[in-house]
């Protein structure tokens, strides 16, 4: 059997490193569950969503998948949004997207990949709904670009018009939700200027 040693040896350094700062941070922790921040980001292994935010265990809640997607009939991550916003009373819910994204040039190949279809199924439909916009570019790095920026925006949409967010806002909730992405090569954020704080702002309506 395969123990991975030095992954239990990493964590015994990282915990150690945390309490010589704050000795009772874990014991703190433990008591209490209250980020102001909900994280719906994706899987990639290269975009951690604590550390690019420079942020603690227990400040950001976090929901990840492939292409940071916010499908209607994906229970799991509309059960974490109901989860941060009714229980958590978070303030902020963040989608994130990355450059280089995996899961939307997949979608942007014209070839099978299997089970995964499905799912980049949804990433398609963001194509088509903005087909004109991408094809007027000439290079294929500013389409694929053009594509993950363009998925962060759809799929806050999708957030706001999730059942539990748009009552949330009916009860006079605060909340923000935000449309950034990632930059692998540099290492930042950017916001994509994309921050809907009530029903008259959902993007494509009004």
């Not at 123990?3 to 941070?25: C, G, M, T, Y």
């Not at 950001?60 to 109901?82: E, G, M, P, T």
């Not at 094809?135 to 799929?155: G, S």
Request: overall charge negative; aromatic content about 8%; glycine content about 6%.
């Amino acid at each position: 059997m395969q123990v991975l040693k030095h992954i239990f040896e990493q964590n015994r350094r990282w915990a150690d490193k945390i309490k010589e700062s704050d000795p009772d941070f874990f014991l703190k922790l433990s008591k209490q569950q209250n980020p102001e921040y909900l994280w719906i980001g994706c899987s990639d292994s290269r975009v951690p969503s604590n550390q690019i935010v420079g942020m603690l265990p227990g400040e950001i809640f976090v929901h990840r998948n492939i292409a940071n997607l916010v499908v209607s009939s994906d229970l799991n991550c509309l059960s974490v949004i109901q989860y941060a916003v009714e229980a958590l009373k978070v303030k902020h819910i963040i989608v994130s997207g990355h450059y280089g994204c995996g899961g939307v040039k997949a979608a942007m190949e014209n070839k099978e990949h299997g089970l995964i279809d499905n799912w980049l199924k949804h990433i398609k439909d963001v194509y088509r709904a903005h087909k004109a916009e991408v094809d007027r570019l000439r290079d294929d790095t500013e389409k694929f670009n053009a594509m993950c920026e363009l998925n962060v925006v759809e799929q806050v949409a999708n957030v706001c018009n999730t059942a539990v967010v748009r009552n949330a806002w009916k009860s006079g909730q605060e909340l923000a939700v935000h449309g950034w992405i990632y930059s692998i090569e540099n290492g930042t954020l950017k916001d994509l200027d994309v921050c809907v704080t009530g029903l008259d702002e959902i993007p494509g309506q009004g």
